[in-house]
């Protein structure tokens, strides 16, 4: 299983941003997947996931009405769209994809079973 993670990129405050995720080695239908972030000097969290179905979305309070997360199980992707972006959402930013079977728990770490490399968001003032 592999998740690629891309679209990263230095943008100013106020700017826009379009990450994807790419799964491989899973169709995507059957899972849950999430958006987490590490900014430096800061603890991993969580920020973004959508179920498998995508009937359920989920934010973190930072990035709600900023972020919207989407997935298009034909391309096997997810979507984060960041809008009015921040200087405190530079970090580096997470795709990760859930059990299968289990309950969506989004914000726990441990709920996902595979995660991609990171793409790096660097937002300036």
């Known amino acids: 299983v592999q998740l690629q993670a891309s679209g990263g990129g230095l943008v100013q405050a106020g700017g826009s941003l379009r990450l994807s995720c790419a799964v491989s080695g899973r169709t995507l239908s059957n899972y849950d997947m999430g958006w987490f972030r590490q900014g430096p000097g800061k603890e991993r969290e969580f920020v973004s996931a959508i179920s498998w179905s995508g009937s359920q979305i989920f934010y973190a309070d930072s990035v709600k009405g900023r972020f919207t997360i989407t997935r298009d199980n034909s391309k096997n992707t997810v979507f984060l769209q960041m809008n009015s972006l921040k200087p405190e959402d530079t970090a580096l930013y997470y795709c990760?994809?859930?059990?299968?079977?289990?309950?969506?728990?989004?914000?726990?770490?441990?709920?996902?079973?595979?995660w991609g490399q990171g793409t790096l968001v660097t937002v300036s003032s």
């Open positions: 990760a994809l859930g059990l299968l079977g289990l309950k969506i728990v989004p914000a726990r770490a441990d709920f996902y079973a595979y």
